[in-house]
């Protein structure tokens, strides 16, 4: 079927709407930007949007079994790349990488926390819990893009989904980040994940780097544009 340019894909239905409209910044930013740097990939369900907007990007996922999903589903963009990296703030570093069950989407080196396993949790219809893990090394962004001899420069909007890691993720990308003018990042405020990324961390991490936020977060889990501001 590859040789023939063809292949086997599986629609999957979503399972609700998807209401969340993109602020005027974001989709700004999104036409204004060289290109795209988009960490915790997953299949890639974007990648549509992105040749739309006629931007190359960068695509990291660390789980591999999805990574070759996400490989296979950018095979017709052509300025589209993907790569299997866990990205944090360590070079080489073995974790134990837990996978979610659903589809994956939701994997992380962390555990759920009390906000979707608990009494209290934030998605009440749902049940998600960890099914399996595997061991995997980490990487940094800085040292990724050393290694792999990427212009930085070229992809300066990030998209960055990383289930919980989000401070050790800009902790290891601290010199790319000079280079990178706008964030979609996923927060929270609570503990989604046992021991994650808390909001003022990366919060107060980024506006080292002139990085401020569209808006405070009013829910315990949802997407935080930044934008980098030099002149406040």
Known sequence: LKKNNLRLEKIVIPREYNLTSP???????????????????????EAPIY???????IWIEAN?????????????Y?????????????????YEFHISNNDGASSSIFNFGDLVVGENKFWKNREFKMVNSIKIKSNTLDNFIKA????????????????GSEF????????SLNYCNSINVE????????GGSKWSD?????????????????KAHMDIFFKKIKNK
């Open 23 to 45: 602020s005027k910044d974001l989709v700004s930013s999104m036409t204004e930007c060289k290109g795209i740097l988009h960490v915790g990939a997953h299949r890639g369900s």
């Open 51 to 57: 040749e739309w907007f006629g931007k190359k990007a």
């Open 64 to 76: 591999p079994k999805i990574f070759l999903a996400l490989k296979d589903n950018l095979i017709k």
């Open 78 to 94: 052509k300025f589209q790349n993907a790569y299997c990296e866990l990205m944090l703030n360590e070079i080489g570093k073995e």
């Open 148 to 163: 792999n001899d990427i212009n930085i420069e070229n992809y300066d909007h990030w998209i960055v989904d990383v289930q």
């Open 168 to 175: 050790q993720f800009f902790q290891g990308a601290s010199k």
């Open 187 to 194: 927060i929270s405020k609570g503990e989604i994940y046992e």
């Open 202 to 218: 990366v919060k107060n991490f980024l506006e080292k780097y002139k990085f401020y936020p569209e808006k405070e977060p009013n």
